[in-house]
């Protein structure tokens, strides 16, 4: 395992295709082998300060790149605020323009809720799901009689992005990243799209765009995948200094109220701004 940690980057939340080409060689691991001795490695990362239970999950997108993920959890905040591993994982590959996860690999099998989740990106359940001592299983044995976008009507993809933006003018880069990120959300089943960009301490700008499921409740808000974000490039919460939620007015649903109350237990002096938009 020393080896293999002196081959990653210092930042082991993408590692590139070129990267890894690399590593397979000269750790003499096969892909899938590379995947599983990641998973402690990721694990190091969690942030669980309710359960104190560690969820490490690495993947291979169809690029060539790997990712990797963990779980978030917020004391304070009702248990629905957590991220898993799977799920943050999932949003790190599509800010890092992934299309597809031909593999993934986790200590334990994924819940129900991660499965629910997993189906908006893999409908016909070809995912490889990869557990240490175990053999290979696709996410179809795993997720029998799935319910997915298809029984909505809906033939999409959570990694698919739009093809044209409209242009994002305003006097605020962080107001302009937001309604970005709003564009960017995915949200076939409510159609309320919205977007939240972080601003930190330094000047960083974060940003995390609403990604929906057919069953509603694996959903992510949009601060919760721009704090995706925000923990890959390895920063604290208390660097936050002001977020921007972007949303249409007359959307069906919202997200202030949960966005407030989350910011408030992880940066309590941070500002907090609604932009209302039509996008």
Same mark, same amino acid.
């Given at each position: 395992?020393?080896?293999?940690?002196?081959?990653?980057?210092?930042?082991?939340?993408?590692?590139?295709?070129?990267?890894?080409?690399?590593?397979?060689?000269?750790?003499?691991?096969?892909?899938?082998?590379?995947?599983?001795?990641?998973?402690?490695?990721?694990?190091?990362?969690?942030?669980?300060?309710?359960?104190?239970?560690?969820?490490?999950? *690495?993947?291979?997108?169809?690029?060539?790149?790997?990712?990797?993920?963990?779980?978030?959890?917020?004391?304070?905040?009702?248990?629905?605020?957590?991220?898993?591993?799977?799920?943050?994982?999932?949003?790190?590959?599509?800010?890092?323009?992934?299309?597809?996860?031909?593999?993934?690999?986790?200590?334990?099998?994924?819940?129900?809720?991660?499965?629910?989740?997993?189906?908006?990106?893999?409908?016909?359940?070809?995912?490889?799901?990869?557990?240490?001592?175990?053999?290979?299983?696709?996410?179809?044995?795993?997720?029998?009689?799935?319910?997915?976008?298809?029984?909505?009507?809906?033939?999409?993809?959570?990694?698919?992005?739009?093809?044209?933006?409209?242009?994002?003018?305003?006097?605020?880069?962080?107001?302009?990243?937001?309604?970005?990120?709003?564009?960017?959300?995915?949200?076939?089943?409510?159609?309320?799209?919205?977007?939240?960009?972080?601003?930190?301490?330094?000047?960083?700008?974060?940003?995390?765009?609403?990604?929906?499921? *057919?069953?509603?409740?694996?959903?992510?808000?949009?601060?919760?995948? *721009?704090?995706?974000?925000?923990?890959?490039?390895?920063?604290?919460?208390?660097?936050?200094?002001?977020?921007?939620?972007?949303?249409?007015?007359?959307?069906?649903?919202?997200?202030?109220?949960?966005?407030?109350?989350?910011?408030?237990?992880?940066?309590?002096? *941070?500002?907090?701004?609604?932009?209302?938009?039509?996008?």
């Amino acid at each position: 395992m020393k080896k293999l940690e002196t081959m990653i980057p210092s930042n082991p939340f993408v590692i590139s295709a070129e990267r890894v080409n690399e590593m397979v060689p000269m750790s003499g691991l096969e892909v899938e082998e590379l995947l599983i001795e990641l998973i402690p490695i990721a694990k190091r990362f969690a942030r669980s300060p309710i359960s104190n239970y560690q969820v490490g999950v *690495a993947a291979l997108g169809k690029s060539g790149n790997i990712y990797l993920g963990v779980n978030l959890e917020f004391s304070g905040q009702p248990l629905n605020a957590t991220v898993h591993g799977e799920q943050f994982l999932i949003v790190n590959a599509r800010n890092h323009g992934e299309t597809e996860i031909v593999a993934m690999a986790l200590s334990a099998a994924p819940c129900g809720h991660c499965r629910q989740f997993l189906n908006e990106i893999d409908e016909k359940g070809q995912l490889q799901i990869l557990i240490p001592n175990t053999p290979p299983r696709n996410l179809s044995s795993l997720l029998p009689e799935a319910f997915g976008p298809k029984n909505l009507g809906l033939a999409t993809n959570l990694f698919v992005l739009p093809d044209v933006y409209p242009p994002f003018t305003h006097e605020s880069p962080l107001v302009a990243e937001a309604l970005r990120a709003a564009c960017a959300s995915y949200a076939p089943y409510s159609h309320s799209k919205s977007g939240v960009a972080i601003h930190t301490s330094d000047g960083k700008i974060y940003s995390g765009s609403c990604l929906e499921n *057919a069953a509603f409740n694996p959903s992510l808000s949009p601060l919760q995948a *721009a704090l995706v974000a925000l923990v890959t490039d390895l920063r604290r919460y208390d660097e936050i200094v002001e977020v921007v939620l972007v949303e249409r007015g007359a959307a069906k649903i919202g997200y202030e109220r949960s966005a407030r109350a989350l910011l408030k237990n992880i940066a309590p002096d *941070a500002q907090f701004h609604l932009e209302n938009r039509e996008f």
